[in-house]
């Protein structure tokens, strides 16, 4: 009847309502998190697939919430990309990661290179470049050492744009990763029309390989069209050795996953993978 169908938009309407406070809840909290560092880096290995040898970290964004605890990016990092947020919180990871790389350096440790997520909005504005090159100055960091990762998920509402600040990246030396490969609408036109230096198979794909013969066939074909185009290619989500063993058959360069380790604070982080435990 019409009474329910207007109790049912009510409701929905109400439903809306609470989301968008709760929304603003958030986005009002990160601004303060941003301010009274309350976010900070966790750090997931990536392995160099034949020795295991560690060739790299992605930092992935915490939130240390006074009063909720740990806070993992899905419940922050969709709001913040909804509200434009985002970009000041891109900009503070790409800052604290070129930071962190600065003071290994001073240290005398090496860590071959840091990947950061940039989202589609950091990425379509014109000053991203600039911003990333200003960085690199500031800390003098090698501009090899950084890598940029970027999803196609809802990315690039200017295509054009996104393929020179690409370009300009490639020309300082930075690497650029694209994300979650395999997911989207558009993943081969992005890769025909995007410059990347690597490709990192869906953990979605990885998750089931060794009891799915079609997804072993994609990540097969993914693994040799990366190579075809002369791609470094990532596994991501690797947590047992069955995958292990077949990632390696295909040819796979480098792992990520839960079976080498989660993703870890700081201190862990360089006590296990960093510091040398010979003395
Ligand atoms: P992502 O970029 O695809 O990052 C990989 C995610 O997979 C991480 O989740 C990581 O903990 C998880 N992961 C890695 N290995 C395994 C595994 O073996 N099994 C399983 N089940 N999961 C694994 P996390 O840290 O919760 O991050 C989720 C997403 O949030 C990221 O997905 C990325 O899209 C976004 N994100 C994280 N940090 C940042 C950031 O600093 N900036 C932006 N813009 N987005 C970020
Ligand atoms: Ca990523
Ligand atoms: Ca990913
Ligand atoms: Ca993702």
Redesign the pocket.
């Known amino acids: 009847s019409k009474g329910a169908g207007r109790d049912c938009y009510t409701f929905f309407a109400i439903e809306m309502q609470l989301e968008v406070l709760k929304e603003q809840k958030v986005e009002k909290e990160l601004n303060t998190a941003l301010l009274n560092n309350e976010l900070c880096?966790?750090y997931?290995p990536l392995l160099k697939s034949d020795t295991k040898a560690l060739i790299g970290a992605?930092?992935?964004?915490?939130w240390q919430h006074p009063e909720r605890g740990l806070v993992?990016?899905?419940e922050f990092?969709p709001i913040a990309?909804k509200t434009g947020l985002?970009s000041r919180?891109?900009d503070w990871?790409l800052l604290q990661a070129a930071q962190q790389l600065r003071s290994w350096l001073d240290m005398g440790i090496s860590i071959p290179s840091l990947s950061?997520?940039?989202?589609a909005h950091?990425l379509n504005q014109r000053d991203f470049a600039e911003y990333v090159h200003k960085v690199i100055r500031q800390t003098g960091i090698p501009p090899q050492t950084l890598c940029i990762?970027i999803?196609e998920e809802n990315m690039i509402t200017n295509l054009e744009n996104v393929r020179n600040t690409l370009n300009l990246l490639r020309q300082y030396g930075v690497k650029v990763a694209l994300?979650?490969f395999g997911t989207g609408y558009s993943s081969l036109s992005y890769l025909k029309e995007l410059p990347v230096d690597k490709l990192?198979i869906d953990?979605s794909f990885v998750m089931d390989m060794h009891q799915d013969p079609q997804d072993r066939a994609i990540i097969r074909t993914i693994i040799e069209l990366g190579h075809g185009l002369g791609l470094w290619v990532n596994a991501?989500?690797?947590?047992n050795e069955v995958q292990i063993r077949m990632l390696r058959e295909l040819g796979v360069d480098e792992f990520?996953?839960?079976?080498f380790s989660?993703?870890l604070p700081l201190a862990e982080f360089a006590e296990h993978y960093l510091i040398s435990h010979e003395s």
């Open positions: 880096l966790y997931q992605e930092v992935l964004i915490r993992p990016p899905f990092i990309e985002i919180v891109d990871v950061v997520n940039i989202s950091r990762e999803t994300d979650d990192k953990r991501e989500g690797v947590e990520q996953g839960f079976f989660r993703p």
